[in-house]
C-alpha cells in the first residue's frame, strides 16, 4: 500500500520533504497529490500532480511554499514543505490512483509546527 514517510516537528520557518511510495509492486498505484487534516475537519487537498507529469495544483495557503514532484523511476511523490507555519500543522496523507480508477490512501504522517 501507500506509505508516507518525513513528518515530524519543527519550528516554525523550518522544511520538511515528505515522500510517498507503494510498497511491494511500486507501480501498482500512481501517487498523484497531498492532502491534509486537522481533528473535526474535513481532509483537504493540498497539492496535486496530473497525469503525464502534467500540471500542479495547490492549495492558495501553500503556494509559493509547497513543492509537490515525482521521481518516475522510483514512483515516489515528494512534497517539498517550506516555511512552515503552525498552521500547516496536521496529518499529511498521500493519495493515489489504482490501474481500476480507484483511489487509494496512504495511512499519514504526522507534520506538527511549532510558534
Known amino acids: 500500500r501507500l506509505q508516507e514517510s518525513g513528518g515530524g516537528l519543527v519550528q516554525a520557518g523550518g522544511s520538511l520533504r515528505l515522500s510517498c511510495a507503494s510498497s511491494?509492486?511500486?507501480?501498482?498505484?500512481?501517487?498523484r497529490g497531498w492532502y491534509r487534516q486537522t481533528p473535526g475537519k474535513q481532509r483537504e487537498p493540498v497539492a496535486t500532480?496530473?497525469?503525464?507529469?502534467?500540471?500542479?495544483t495547490y492549495a492558495d495557503s501553500v503556494k509559493g511554499r509547497f513543492t509537490i514532484s515525482r521521481d518516475h523511476a522510483s514512483n515516489t511523490l515528494y512534497l517539498q514543505m517550506n516555511s512552515l507555519k503552525p498552521e500547516d500543522t496536521a496529518v499529511y496523507y498521500c493519495?493515489?490512483?489504482?490501474?481500476?480508477?480507484?483511489?487509494?490512501w496512504g495511512q499519514g504522517t504526522q507534520v506538527t509546527v511549532s510558534s
Open positions: 493519495r493515489g490512483i489504482l490501474a481500476t480508477g480507484e483511489y487509494e
Open positions: 500532480m496530473a497525469a503525464g507529469g502534467g500540471g500542479t
Open positions: 511491494g509492486n511500486i507501480f501498482r498505484v500512481i501517487p
